[in-house]
T-cell receptor
Framework: EPEVTQTPSHQVTQMGQEVILRCVPI?????FYWYRQILGQKVEFLVSFYNNEISEKSEIFDDQFSVERPDGSNFTLKIRSTKLEDSAMYFC????????????FGSGTRLTVV | SQQGEEDPQALSIQEGENATMNCSYK?????LQWYRQNSGRGLVHLIL?????REKHSGRLRVTLDTSKKSSSLLITASRAADTASYFCATDTGANSKLTFGKGITLSVRP
């Protein structure tokens, strides 16, 4: 069964450093998303991406965050200058159709900012 | 309360018993989905029910949707120890495909 692949599975970074989280969505999917889950809390929407541009972003997704689909297969989330509160599990997801159908999540990247 | 709130927050049952988890939401939805998350792991899609559906089955899972009450329930029948996990409901309003998750229910199934 097709999977959404995320790398790395764990990343530890120092506060103020830039991090790039990588995702390979399912190949025929057109809609891409990043969500995050702070430990013990609910999963929160960060950003959706379609047709090479951001469709929607949440209040969390401020100027420190950016997304890119550099080569037609990878989908990346960059955090420019990490803060302690950015420590969370970050999930990438993709879907073939609009409307929330056929969502597939990756297994996540656990980011720890120290 | 927030969009997609589950109750109870935690549920502990004996293997073989049925587990019922509820989710309430506030706005109109396009569909509602249930996900499972094993500790520290990824989100696994369980089942999706559209706004024009009232009940859906998938194996040992049964989900209902009452749009008049803005609520859904997930029933896991004949539970197993391997069902121990956190369960989340997520709503899609159809405006932009983003999902809004609840806080989750921690299910413990005792062997």
């Amino acid at each position: 069964e097709p999977e959404v692949t995320q790398t790395p599975s764990h990343q530890v970074t120092q506060m103020g450093q830039e991090v790039i989280l990588r995702c390979v969505p399912i190949s025929n999917h057109l809609y891409f998303y990043w969500y995050r889950q702070i430990l013990g809390q609910k999963v929160e929407f960060l950003v959706s991406f379609y047709n090479n541009e951001i469709s929607e972003k949440s209040e969390i997704f401020d100027d420190q965050f950016s997304v890119e689909r550099p080569d037609g297969s990878n989908f990346t989330l960059k955090i420019r200058s990490t803060k302690l509160e950015d420590s969370a599990m970050y999930f990438c997801a993709s879907s073939e159709h609009f409307g929330g159908y056929g969502y597939t999540f990756g297994s996540g990247t656990r980011l720890t900012v120290v | 309360s927030q969009q997609g709130e589950e109750d109870p927050q935690a549920l502990s049952i004996q293997e073989g018993e049925n587990a019922t988890m509820n989710c309430s939401y506030k706005t109109s939805i396009n569909n509602l989905q249930w996900y499972r998350q094993n500790s520290g792991r990824g989100l696994v899609h369980l089942i999706l029910i559209r706004s024009n559906e009232r009940e859906k089955h998938s194996g040992r899972l049964r989900v209902t949707l009452d749009t008049s009450k803005k609520s859904s329930s997930l029933l896991i029948t004949a539970s197993r120890a391997a069902d121990t996990a956190s369960y989340f409901c997520a709503t899609d309003t159809g405006a932009n495909s983003k999902l809004t998750f609840g806080k989750g229910i921690t299910l413990s199934v005792r062997p």
